[in-house]
């Protein structure tokens, strides 16, 4: 396709903004905090910071570097560095992305309707479902649990699900132009509330000690293997790495960008940012002592509202609501660069008119996302423990999260560091950045990253030969389909599943012919 057809963006910081809105998201709020309460809050900070500038950074700059090296989006951008069986990669990573889109937006709309609830009703005393009550469980549940069960896991939830992907196809409606217009209004108001709730949660009484509990390092834990599995997925999620959404943001750059010195820049925003939530999110549980008993979606669903209404003088509906804001902000800040990192790749090798690629993507994306949220694949018994049970989100994420996106940072580390793209990459650095990028850099993607996420994957694999499929996440939260539908083959084939959609869809997207045949 013609360079003029190609998005561009409209300046430096519509890039970076547009960037950093892609990388926080709902990770940086809801997975940042139920993982570091998970391992243990100090304990993952060394990890984190470990994985951060060992293989974040050096990652993200990857992957900016051959999108603006080469103007192309991921999947091309990898076939000019390792010819079709690279591109063939680059479409796996974006059929996984589009699984995680799916089930993202399915989140989206869970935050929508939480936040709608967080104007009253969110707040008002609810029963336990008539399925966990006559379980023999208590006779009413914990406010935020029961609007979550008795509203939002209904079939209405299956309205919030398109209107939150109309919004996601109005923002990338004309691509870069308006993606810019969006982010520059998201993200600033994101740091602004966000650091309203932080303020609000250091000044309550004890609040400090959730900050001191992310600070107090735990030397023990070094030596667990999970924490530091958590502290790089964490990592590659909220950075957007593996995704190849990056690398067509960075191909919208002009020529003379400066892309080593934007990877550090989005990083550094990303991660202090995440940190920051942790303040917000560990004051308020500690000054309330409220204890976390569950480390999912959950803490951001369910026990962070508890704090929230606990809240003094009658303003847990305006916290509420700046918080679900918040969330829902972050989270189309990033959702668009999912959407647009597909739409992009696909007009960059087939051509063609950019609404109707987005009306395909729409509509198959939607029944992704309503199968997602369909309210009978949601345990409604509500697990004892106050997590969502095992639901089908957990079964593909388990997948495209865990192992999806390591992969794809494997294979793109081994193809430019191994190929010839490493040097040229190297020199293309050298030519257009102030960022010292030497043979260091080489080292990493060569050898370093590579090795550290063969020993990761091999821990996950590890994991299920000894647990069983799905490894400890089966053993500690409950099977699904208890709900009625006879669901017990799901959690077998989902992986199966999984495997022939991202495997199908690389294949034919990857061998099918270009369109234009002029390039
Ligand atoms: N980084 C996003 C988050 O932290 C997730 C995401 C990944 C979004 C890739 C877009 C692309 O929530």
Known sequence: MAQAERGRWGSRLGFILAASGSAIGLGNIVFFGANAYKFGGGAFYVPYLVALFVVGIPVMMLEFGIGHRSQRSFPLALRELAGPAGEVIGWFALVNALVI??????????????????????????????????????????????????????????????????????????????????????????????????????TLPNGGQGVLYLFTPDFSAMGEPEVWRGAFSQIFFSLSLGFGVLTTYASYLPKDSDTP????????????????????????????????????????????????????????????????????????????????GLTGAILDKFGGDRLRVMGVVFVIGLLGSAAFAWPKVIDPNLNQNGTLGLTLLDLFDHNAFGYGLLLVGLAECLIVGWGRGGQQLLEHFRATSRVPMGTWFLILIRYVIPAALTVLLGLALWDEVQNGPYGKALVDEQQIGASGLSLWWLPASAPLIWLLVTLAGAAVLGRLRAREATA
């Open 101 to 202: 889109t799916m089930y993202y937006l399915t989140m989206l709309a869970w935050v929508a309707g939480m936040l709608i609830g967080s104007f009253g009703p969110l707040w008002e005393a609810t029963a336990a479902t008539p399925a966990l009550h006559a379980a023999g469980g208590p006779e009413a549940v914990p406010n935020p649990y029961g609007f979550f069960f008795h509203t939002l896991s209904t079939p209405s939830v299956l309205g919030l699900v398109v209107i939150i992907w109309m919004i996601n196809i109005a923002i990338c409606w004309r691509g870069t132009k308006t993606i810019e217009a969006a982010v520059k209004f998201f993200v600033p108001a994101m740091w602004v509330m966000m650091i309203v709730l932080i303020v609000r949660g250091l």
């Open 261 to 340: 010195n934007f990877a550090l820049q989005t990083s550094l925003m990303n991660c202090s940012f995440e940190y920051i939530a942790g303040f917000a999110i560990f004051s308020m549980l500690f000054a309330f002592a409220i204890i976390p008993k569950a480390s999912t979606l959950s803490m951001s669903f369910f026990v962070l509202p508890q704090g929230i209404q606990a809240l003094p003088g009658g303003t847990a509906a305006i916290y509420g609501v700046l918080f679900f804001v918040l969330l829902l902000f972050a989270g189309l800040s990033s959702s668009v660069s999912l959407l647009e």
